[in-house]
C-alpha cells in the first residue's frame, strides 16, 4: 500500500503551505540517492511475490457474508508468531492493508536466483494461507478473492462490528469510516484525496446487460451481452468520464468499442500527441538542432532531419515551443516568425527521408552510411497530404464518437471500493539500474495482458458489471485531479501551494499506466538516434514540472529518467505527517520523495535502492515492481503466474529480446484488458519481432527473417525490408564477441528497443491471446514456448521442471480458453445460481454461497475443473501452519498413552475398510 509511518497526519488546509518544500526536497532526495548508488552493480536477483487477503464473518443462520473488521488483531497475532517460528526456513511477513478487514503477507525471506526457488513460490503461498485460517474464528473465511462482492450494497449492515455509513473521512453515501484501517495514514489519504479533487471521488462501471436487468428497461435496442458485435469487446474509458457524468449524472457511462480504429475518451480527445512534420524551408538547411531548454542549442549528431516526423506537445508557458518525449524541445518557427520549423500532421504521418530508411525498424543507433542527405526528396508533396490527412482525421473523430454507447453504471465514490480490492504483485531486483530499468519498460507493455490473464473482478456492490478487473475502478477512487486538471472547465481558483496550482493538464489519474518509458539504451560512438525512438515509443503525454526537470537534467541525470522524476513530481504529497518536513535530511533520508513515489500507483514501479539506517540493514538493489495482475482463487493459480512472469524477465535478458510497442498501444490494452471474457474475446497490441531480424537470401535480393522462423526445420518469408533500404551495411548476427565490451550489456540491448529490418509501422500487430502466449506463424514463437527453451537452456533440474510444466500447461489452457479466468468462473456461478433472476443483482445468499465456494476451491476443500482442469489442489490445513518439535519431554500419564493409540486403532479399522471396498469394486 505504500510509506507506513508512525505520526500525526496534518489535515489537509494545513498541509498545504508544506507541499511545495515536500515536493521540492523529494526531487533534492532522489538527486543524493542516486548519485550514491547510480553505480551499483552485481547484484543477485532476489524476488518475491505480495498477496492480499480479505477476511469476511458467515452468517450462516441468515446465508449472509459481511466485513471483519478484526484485521489488525490477526495481523500483529500473525506477526507475533512469527516471531516466535524465526528459526523455520520459511515464514511469512504480514503488513496492513487499506481495509480493516485485509492484511497484506509476503515471504518472510525473498526467492534467490536459482531455479529450485521456483518451487518455494507455492509452498509459501500455501503457509500463509495456512497460518491466516490459524487465527480466524469459526464463523470466519479469508478466500482469495479480488474485491468482496457486497461492499456498499448493505448499509450499516455490511460489517462486523457494524458501523454506520458515511462519516466526515469519505462522506460515501454507500459505506463506513469505520471500515477503514485505523493506522492514520489511510483516512488521510481517503480524506485528502476528497479534499484536494473539491468532491468525492466518482467511480462509474458499465453494469452487465443480463434480460431482466431493470436499468435497461429504459433503453430500448440494446440487446443483452455485448453493444459491440462479435469481433470487438466493450471499453470502458476509465478516468475519463466526466463528459458522461455532466450529461448523465452518475447512473451512467459513456463506452467504446475495440474495433475502433483509435482509442477515445468520451469527449473526443485522441490519446496520442501530436505529430510535426519537420521541414525548415531555408536555403541549405538541413533540419533542426534539438534544445536542452527554449533556446539553449544541443549539437547532438542525432538532429531531426528535413523529413522527420516528431511527437510531442506545445508548452503553455512558453509559445512557438514543443516539448519532445525524448526530453529535447523545438521551436515551431524562427525567432521573427518568417520560416515555419514544424508543421503539425496527421497521426498517420510517418517520416520521408533516408535517415529513416537506414533506421529500420526502432533502431535507436545511426548504423553506418546512408545516401547523401542533399539528395533528399522534395517534402512539398508529402506536407500538403499529411496537413490534408490531419483535417480527414480529425473529421474520423466526430464521425467515430457518434459510435459510443450509452450505458447503466455502477456508481461507486469513496476510496474503499478500489483500494479494498486484493491483487498479486512481484518485485524483482536487478543487477543494476539500467537493467532495472529496462525491466522496467518491458514490464509494462506485459501489464494489460497479465491483467487480462488474470482477470477476477466480475462483481461490483452487489451488481455484476460489464467488466472484469479492478483496474480502473482503483484509477477512479484515487484520482486526486481537480476539474482544469481533467481537462474541464470549472473547480476551486488556482492555488499557489498544490502541483501546478491546479491548473496543469494531468491526462490520467495517479493510479493508472505508465506514461513514459525510462530505459535510456546505451551509447556507442558511433553516433546514435535514442533520441528518434524514444520519440516513436513515447507518443501519449507525459506532463512534467519543467522546473523539477530542468533541476535534474543539471544534476546529470539522463533526459528519460527525469522526464520520469518530473512526472510523478506533477502530484501533490497527500500525507505529510507532523515533525517530518524540514526535519528530513534530504541527504540521508528519502522519506519526501517516497511520499510521492508511493502515491503514485502505476502498473509498473521503478524502486532505488533505499538507505541503510544501520550496519545492520540489508543491502536492497535496484528493483522493478509488476503491479498489474488480479488475484487468484488458488495457491497454484497464484504461483503458476508469479513464476511465469519471473521467468519471462528471465527469457528477455538472456535471449535478448524487447518488447517495446508505443505507449498509446499499451494505454489501448490497458482498456481492453477490462473487458468481458478479454482473455478469449479480446485482441492486444503486441510486437511482431521480440529479437533482430536475421539476413537472409531470396535468390534476388536480400530479405530480413525472424530469427524464430527455422525453429520448425523450415523458413519462409515474412514481411520484409530489403537491402535497397540500405540495412545492408549491417551486421544483424548477434555473436558472443557482442558482449566483451559495454561491460556485459550485449548488442541487442544497446540498440534496445530494435527489431532491425521493417518499418516502424509495422512492428507490432494485434493478437490474441492464444497467439501471444503460443505463438503466430513462424516470425512469433509465443512467450509459453520461449519459455520452455530458457529452462531448457538453464538446464532446469528435473523437479522444478515438472511443476514449471504444471504451470505452463495450465497457462497455456487459460489463454487457449479451455480453462476460465476467475472472473468468468464467478459471473457463470452467479448467473446459474437458483436465486439469480438475470437482473445482474448479487444477493445476500447469493454472495454467501460464492464466498463458501471460493474458500473451499482455495482451501482444496472443492473441485473446480473449469478453472483447474486436472489439476488438485492439496487440502490446506490450520494444523500444519507451523513446524512440530520432535519433542523428547516424558509422557507421565498412561492414559493419554492409551488415547492416542486408541486413535491410531480407530484410524487403521477405517483405511482398512475403505482398502477392502475399494479392492471389491
Known sequence: ?????????????????????????????????????KDLKGDELLWGDEIEYGIFVLDHQNKKVRLSLRAKEIMDNLNQNEASHSYE????????????????????????????????????????????????????????????????????????????????????????????????????????????????????????????????????????????????????????GDLSREKYGNGFIIVGCSSSSREFNDFGDPVTLQKWLVNV?????????????????????????????????????VPGWIRLQNGYYLPMKCDDGEVKFLHKVS???????????????????????????????????????????????????????????????????????????????????????????????QLAVLA?????????????????????????????????????????????????????????????????????????GVSSEDGQMNNRILNMYNDIPVPIDEDKYRQLREAGIDPLLSQHIAHIFVRDPLVIFDGAVEEVDDDTQTEHFESIQSTNWQSVRWKPPPPRTGPNDPHIGWRTEFRSMEIQLTDFENAAFTTFITLI??????????????????????????????????????????????????????????????????????????????????????????????EGVSEKRRVAPNASGGTEENSYEEMTMSEIMTGKGDYFPGLIPLVYAYLDHIQCDSVTMDRMTEYLGFIEKRATGQLQTPATWVRNFIRNHEEYKFDSIVTDSIAYDLMIACKE??????????????????????????????????????????????????????????????FHI
Open 1 to 37: 500500500m505504500g510509506l507506513l509511518k508512525v505520526g500525526v497526519p496534518q489535515p489537509w488546509q494545513k498541509s498545504k503551505k508544506n507541499l511545495n518544500y515536500v515536493r521540492e526536497a523529494g526531487v533534492r532526495q532522489f538527486i543524493s540517492t542516486y548519485n550514491r548508488v
Open 89 to 240: 526456513s520459511e515464514g511469512c511477513n504480514w503488513v496492513p492493508e487499506y481495509g480493516a478487514w485485509m492484511v497484506e503477507a509476503t515471504p518472510r525471506r525473498p526467492y534467490n536466483g536459482y531455479s529450485v526457488d521456483l518451487l518455494r513460490v507455492e509452498r509459501n503461498m500455501r503457509l500463509r494461507r495456512k497460518r491466516i485460517l490459524t487465527e480466524l474464528n469459526d464463523n470466519e473465511i479469508a478466500p482469495t478473492v479480488a474485491a468482496f462482492p457486497m461492499l456498499g450494497a448493505l448499509g450499516d449492515d455490511g460489517s462486523v462490528p457494524p458501523v454506520p455509513v458515511g462519516g466526515p473521512v469519505t462522506e460515501s453515501e454507500y459505506i463506513g469510516d469505520g471500515i477503514i484501517n485505523p493506522h492514520p495514514r489511510f483516512a488521510a489519504l481517503s480524506a485528502n484525496i476528497r479534499k484536494r479533487r473539491g468532491e468525492k471521488v466518482n467511480i462509474r462501471v458499465p453494469l452487465f446487460h443480463d434480460v431482466n436487468t431493470p436499468e435497461y428497461a429504459d433503453l430500448p435496442g440494446l440487446p443483452p451481452s455485448t453493444c459491440c458485435g462479435e469481433e470487438s469487446i466493450l471499453l470502458w474509458r476509465f478516468g475519463k
Open 857 to 918: 476451491i482455495g482451501e482444496g476443500k472443492r473441485g473446480a475443473s473449469e478453472l483447474l482442469g486436472d489439476v488438485v489442489i492439496k487440502p490446506i490445513l490450520a494444523s500444519d501452519a507451523y513446524e512440530k518439535k520432535l519433542d523428547s519431554t516424558r509422557v507421565v500419564s498412561n492414559d493419554h498413552i492409551r488415547s492416542l493409540l486408541q486413535r491410531y486403532a480407530a484410524r487403521k479399522t477405517k483405511f482398512d475398510e475403505a482398502s477392502a471396498v475399494e
Open 448 to 520: 494489460p495482458i497479465m491483467m487480462a490473464l488474470t482477470a477476477s473482478t466480475p462483481v461490483l456492490k452487489g451488481r455484476l458489471a460489464d467488466t472484469d478487473c479492478r483496474w480502473g475502478i482503483i484509477t477512479e477512487c484515487v484520482d486526486d485531479r481537480r476539474p482544469a486538471e481533467r481537462g474541464r472547465k470549472g473547480g476551486p481558483d488556482p492555488e499557489p501551494e498544490v502541483a501546478g496550482k491546479g491548473y496543469r493538464r494531468l491526462y490520467k489519474s495517479r493510479y493508472d499506466s505508465i506514461s513514459t518509458y525510462i530505459y535510456q
Open 649 to 742: 524477465t528471465r527469457v528477455i535478458l538472456t535471449f535478448d529480446l524487447n518488447l517495446y510497442i508505443p505507449l498509446s498501444r499499451v494505454d489501448a490494452n490497458m482498456q481492453r484488458a477490462h473487458g468481458r471474457n478479454a482473455a478469449v474475446n479480446g485482441k492486444f497490441f503486441f510486437r511482431r519481432h521480440m529479437a533482430p531480424l536475421e539476413k537472409g537470401d531470396d535468390g534476388f535480393n536480400e530479405q530480413y527473417t525472424s530469427m524464430f522462423s527455422t525453429v520448425n526445420g523450415k523458413k519462409s518469408s515474412l514481411p520484409t525490408v530489403f537491402s535497397g533500404d540500405d540495412l545492408s551495411a549491417f551486421n544483424l548476427t548477434s555473436t558472443d564477441s557482442d558482449v566483451s565490451s559495454w
Open 281 to 317: 524551408e531555408c536555403d541549405g538547411c538541413k533540419g533542426l538542432f534539438y534544445r536542452s531548454a527554449p533556446g539553449v542549442i544541443v549539437p547532438d549528431a542525432d538532429w531531426p532531419r528535413n523529413g522527420d516526423v516528431v511527437v510531442g506537445s506545445e508548452i503553455p508557458d
Open 347 to 441: 497521426s498517420a504521418t510517418h517520416a520521408n527521408n533516408q535517415q529513416k530508411k537506414a533506421l529500420g525498424s526502432e533502431t535507436p543507433i545511426y548504423r553506418g552510411s546512408v545516401g547523401n542527405i542533399n539528395d533528399m526528396p522534395d517534402l512539398k508533396n508529402a506536407l500538403e497530404t499529411a496537413v490534408s490527412s490531419l483535417s480527414n482525421e480529425n473529421q474520423a473523430f466526430n464521425d467515430e464518437a457518434k459510435m459510443f454507447n450509452l450505458r447503466p453504471a455502477i456508481h461507486m465514490d469513496a476510496m474503499a471500493f478500489g483500494m479494498g480490492c486484493c491483487c498479486l504483485q512481484i518485485t524483482f531486483q536487478a543487477t543494476d539500474v539500467d537493467e532495472s530499468r529496462f525491466l522496467y519498460d
